[in-house]
């Protein structure tokens, strides 16, 4: 998330908390202002009507006091009890029904005797009635007693009687005397609704549960409706409390209710909660108005504040990423730098990494240069032996192959770089073609140089094989750690080459050359030995053998030498305008005293237009000897011999042909081999040593010509070379 | 402030208010207590009418479910009157005056009150209003008609005798138990229950006199709730069930009038509404005046009854009054 958002998002968090938490608050508040006002009203409510409750029935207890001590009424009644004379009982009445006309808050006066009797009443249905368990009869006895609140039998309506008993002159109770209340007024009183708008009321409920008076709203509910809410059961316990509660009618109200202890009622002010609190539905709103636009503007500020904080960040951030991507010249703007804050010692920070950066960059890349070029010259070097050359890293990963190493591989470095070498680099032992890769692990092992000292090939690319001398080197780090290993290789088929001819030169040698030197060590010893007693013509006979094996091993050893030349390499080429009549010519003068002692006729056929070729004359002569002298020496006697040179664009042709025993068929295939006789001129010549048709061959070979026969045994032979016109 | 403290506050203050949320609403029902529910017969005083709505509301409103009670309200019948069908068992509860209640103690029957319904008793006399006849002293010289073998008589007996009045200037005579004798002129005044007999009178489009002999000074309690001591001591929570469920019954009759009747008519299927309403409406000012609880009991009544008794020779010894009654059940339901 973007430091903006998170800004935004925890200001916007925050003030909506913030904000929540005050709207709830200023609900309350305000909720809590008006109920108390309404509370404050109800009380004064309760009060107002306690006061007039108390009042009233203060007044109307005074009025039956008065009246109690009437003397015109005790006297009469003090008669009546005497006498029971009528017109007593009559001025009785009279006094009480005048009192009745007068006081409209009384609906009756009685006299009851001790038994509870009515003995008279302004009402004569109710005389001779017995209120014996009536409250006020026995309460009245004693003293003044308000029966507040009860539904009279006889009366059958609710009703409220004061009681006291009537003294005479001398103090004693000689009637108990009772006023009946109208209960109109508290009724009234009750059910006005000053103050209490709508829904409110004012109600009072006696100790029994009773609503004592009607209800605002519903007929028949005085002394009938019991009410059992927690508010009436703590008024009932004598509180005198506030709150907000369920009233009667199971309805939210604010209410306020108090004990009247005196007599013995609950008095409860209601107003419907609804409408207490209609006011607040538009605070409210107006709240909600409010925070919505508080919460915008924090919004909009946490936005701007987002901004002016993340947009340095973002220029820092800018420069970083400028910085990361190599920019080392990127300016801090000036103004952040500047600044005092938190961000302008960010800034200043970035600034200061900057710079050091620049610095140590430019060490850095002095350095890198450095290296750079070591590595190159350490890479020309490594690519310029002329030993294959590969390094291998602690996973046997390729990492570095030269050029003679893909030139001896085959491979191209881009084939085996990166590659683990045992997937690409076959190294097996030249018999078993067996892997024979141990002395890398040892190197790396060991951490010490290893060589292959057995015969190692190393299989090319194509398939084919290559020996080579391999040696593998550990390479450590600066704790002495092996962290690969450089291997080192070369070709050394040549080598091997060598090696082998030297051996077949040394076994040739020493098996050719046995038989002369035994020959000439023999018809030595018959020299040395018998030398008197032979004749000269032996003598001479047994000298020219000496000879003859001699020239012989001097043959032999010039072929040897040629072919061990041809076979290692050694035979340099002295590459010269070559005249081929001329060095044939020269060949056919040498070997004139042989053809004439085998009676061979010769004959020559040269192109004249024939060009001086560049060839080495040594090697040409070579091939012009060896088969001349064959075509002699597997001629008959008086045979024939043709020797032709042709050009045959782009070739030179040179066709020897004789009129010898010919090869036999089966050993058509055989004749260019080193050391290789024919059985059939075994028995004529033992004279040959197996070299000549190898040396040719090898010299044409060399000289990118061809060499082939025609031969019929007993019939004769025609050997053709065709060496190309330019021999470059 | 750090990042994470604030989210972690943050989540801290939703725990709360999503506790505080679970805590309040989803809070289980308070298990309901599974009482077995125990079948009891109620003999009643008198044939099914409003005199027992206050029962009858009980019984449909499920009052009595409530206290797991399954009351079988069974009508008086002269077979089997209410007090022997308590004393032997066939009703757990009974509904009786507490004259019949007293007097079968007496006979050594151990039965005990424990509530009283109609605590001014309705018996009355009553008049065609132009004969004048206001109160028990105009009867002189008058045909009364008296419901022979009732407490309706007793009390009239004892009325005379409290007022001083010699019944042998007034020609008493037997009437059945309703209203016809008056109307046709046979008497001048009638006996019966104030809120059931004036009312034929009033049907019959004549205005009337009543005279609640309760006013003249020989109150007795008329429905009391009673059962065997043997009951009450035993199973006071099975005691204690009904009346709880009654009492409310009967609140809930006088501060619903029209539905108390109109379940009344649902038991007191040969009754009018207008005689129903009549009698309801006279009989909740003898039940209840709203200066007592419902159901309240005086020990000065208790001993004025026994008192009238004594003096009618209904019993013909003093007896202890306490023994009748006990206000056990009433003081555990209003007082505890």
Not at chain 1, 561 to 578: A, M, N, Q, Y
Request: charge should be negative; hydrophobic fraction near 40%; charged fraction near 25%.
């Amino acid at each position: 998330m973007r430091i903006g958002t998170k800004l935004l998002l925890i200001i916007g968090i925050v003030s909506f908390i913030g904000i929540t938490i005050g709207g709830i608050i200023y609900y309350f508040i305000t909720r809590q202002a008006i109920e108390e006002r309404i509370v404050a009203q109800l009380e004064s409510i309760t009060i107002l009507k306690e006061n007039q409750l108390n009042n009233f029935i203060s007044e109307e207890m005074d009025d039956v006091i008065v009246l109690s001590s009437d003397e015109a009424l005790l006297n009469n009644l003090i008669n009546f009890n005497t006498y029971q004379k009528d017109e007593h009982k009559e001025a009785i009445q009279d006094i009480l029904i005048n009192k009745l006309q007068i006081d409209r808050d009384f609906l009756e006066f009685f006299i009851m005797d001790f038994e509870g009797k009515v003995v008279i009443s302004t009402d004569p249905l109710q005389e001779g009635k017995i209120k014996y368990s009536e409250h006020y009869f026995r309460e009245g006895k004693i003293e003044v007693f308000v029966q507040s609140f009860y539904y009279d039998t006889a009366l059958q309506e609710p009703a409220m009687t004061i009681g006291l008993p009537l003294r005479n002159k001398e103090g004693e109770v000689i009637n108990v005397f009772a006023g009946r209340v109208n209960l109109e007024d508290i009724s009234e009183l009750m059910v006005e609704k000053t103050g209490l708008g709508e829904t409110g009321e004012t109600y009072l409920v006696n100790k029994f549960n009773f609503m004592v008076t009607e209800s605002r709203f519903y007929e028949g509910f005085a002394l009938r409706k019991a009410i059992h809410t927690d508010s009436v059961k703590n008024c009932l316990k004598k509180q005198t409390q506030h709150g907000i509660y369920k009233n009667y009618l199971d309805e939210e109200v604010i209410g306020r209710y108090r004990w009247i202890a005196r007599h013995e009622v609950c008095l409860l002010a209601e107003i419907g909660k609804s409408e207490a609190f209609e006011p607040l539905d538009k605070i409210v709103f107006s709240i909600a108005a409010l925070s919505s636009a508080l919460l915008a503007l924090y919004i909009t500020l946490g936005f701007f504040a987002g901004k002016a904080v993340a947009r340095p960040i973002r220029t820092l951030t800018d420069n970083a990423s400028a910085l990361s991507g190599g920019d080392l010249d990127i300016k801090i703007d000036p103004l952040l730098l500047s600044k005092k804050d938190e961000v302008g010692q960010l800034a200043m920070a970035f600034n200061s990494m900057v710079v050091n950066l620049k610095k140590s960059h430019v060490n850095l890349e002095e350095k890198i240069a450095l290296l750079k070029k070591e590595k190159e010259k350490i890479g020309a070097i490594l690519q310029s032996i002329s030993d294959g050359v590969f390094v291998i890293d602690r996973k046997h990963s390729v990492t570095m192959f030269n050029k003679i190493a893909e030139e001896i591989s085959g491979f191209s470095s881009q084939e085996v770089l990166g590659n683990s070498y045992e997937n690409v680099l076959k190294f097996v032992t030249e018999k078993k073609e067996k892997a024979n890769d141990s002395f890398l692990r040892d190197a790396m092992e060991t951490g010490e140089i290893k060589e292959v000292l057995s015969h190692t090939q190393l299989i090319r690319k194509d398939g084919s094989k290559v020996s080579v001398g391999v040696s593998a080197a550990p390479l450590k780090d600066s704790g002495g750690g092996v962290v690969g290993a450089v291997i080192v290789f070369r070709d050394i088929t040549r080598e091997r080459e060598i090696d082998r001819a030297k051996t077949e030169f040394v076994s040739l040698a020493s098996h050719q050359l046995r038989t002369p030197l035994s020959s000439i060590s023999w018809y030595t010893e018959m020299l040395l030995d018998d030398g008197s007693s032979i004749n000269r013509d032996v003598q001479k006979k047994y000298l020219r053998k000496i000879y003859q094996n001699n020239k012989r091993m001097v043959e032999l050893v010039n072929a040897f030498l040629d072919v061990s030349r041809l076979d290692i390499g050694t035979l340099i080429f002295d590459i010269k305008p070559v005249d081929f009549k001329k060095i044939a010519d020269s060949t056919i003068d040498e070997l004139t005293t042989q053809m004439s002692l085998k009676k061979i006729t010769l004959s020559t056929h040269y192109d004249q237009t024939l060009p001086e070729i560049q060839a080495d004359s040594k090697a040409i002569g070579m091939i012009f000897q060896n088969l001349l002298s064959n075509a002699i020496k597997y001629n008959r006697s008086g045979g024939t011999i043709t020797l032709s040179i042709e050009k045959k664009e782009p070739h030179i042709l040179i066709t020897v042909s004789d009129t010898g025993y010919g090869i036999p068929r089966s050993h058509h295939s055989k004749i260019f081999s080193k050391f290789f006789r024919v059985d059939n001129i075994k028995k004529y010549d033992t004279d040959g040593n197996g070299l000549g048709l190898y040396i040719v061959k090898s010299i044409v070979k060399q000289m990118n010509g061809k060499i082939w026969f025609e031969s019929i045994e007993d019939k004769g032979s025609t050997f053709y070379v065709q060496l190309p016109l330019s021999v470059a | 402030m750090n990042k994470k403290i604030l989210i972690r506050d943050l989540l801290i203050l939703f725990s709360i208010v999503s506790s505080i949320f679970v805590i309040t609403f989803l809070r289980p029902a308070p298990e309901q207590a599974s009482k077995k529910i125990e079948n009891i017969t109620v003999k009643l005083k008198w044939v099914h009418q409003a005199q027992f709505a206050g029962n009858y509301i009980a019984q449909k409103k499920g009052f009595y479910k409530d206290e797991s009670l399954q009351v079988n309200l069974v009508p008086f019948s002269f077979e089997d009157p209410t007090i022997e069908a308590v004393a032997e068992g066939r009703a757990l509860i009974g509904i009786s005056g507490a004259d019949e209640l007293l007097l079968a103690r007496s006979k050594g029957v151990p039965l005990r009150a424990f509530a009283v319904i109609f605590k001014t008793n309705p018996v009355a006399a009553y008049a065609l209003k132009e004969s004048g006849i206001t109160k028990p002293q105009d009867f002189i010289g008058k045909t009364v008609g008296l419901q022979r073998g009732t407490n309706v008589d007793l009390l009239y007996f004892a009325m005379m005798e409290k007022l001083g009045i010699d019944r042998e200037k007034i020609n008493e005579v037997t009437i059945g138990y309703d209203a016809t004798e008056l109307l046709n002129g046979t008497t001048d005044v009638s006996t019966g229950y104030i809120i059931n007999e004036p009312y034929e009178v009033i049907a019959a489009g004549r205005e009337v006199n009543k005279i609640l002999m309760a006013d003249y000074g020989v109150n007795m309690y008329a429905d009391v709730l009673f059962a065997t001591e043997e009951t009450i001591e035993k199973r006071p929570e099975l005691v204690e069930g009904f009346l709880r469920a009654t009492l409310k019954g009967w609140q809930y009759a006088i501060e619903n009038e029209e539905e108390a009747i109109d379940i009344t008519l649902t038991y007191a299927a040969d009754r009018t509404q207008s005689h129903e309403t009549y009698l309801f409406t006279t009989s909740i000012p003898l039940i209840h005046t709203g200066d007592s609880p419902l159901g309240w009991m005086e020990e000065e009544e208790w001993d004025r009854i026994h008192d009238i008794l004594l003096e009618q020779n209904i019993l013909n010894k003093k007896m202890n009054s306490k023994d009748a009654y006990t206000m056990k059940f009433l003081k555990e339901i209003y007082i505890n």
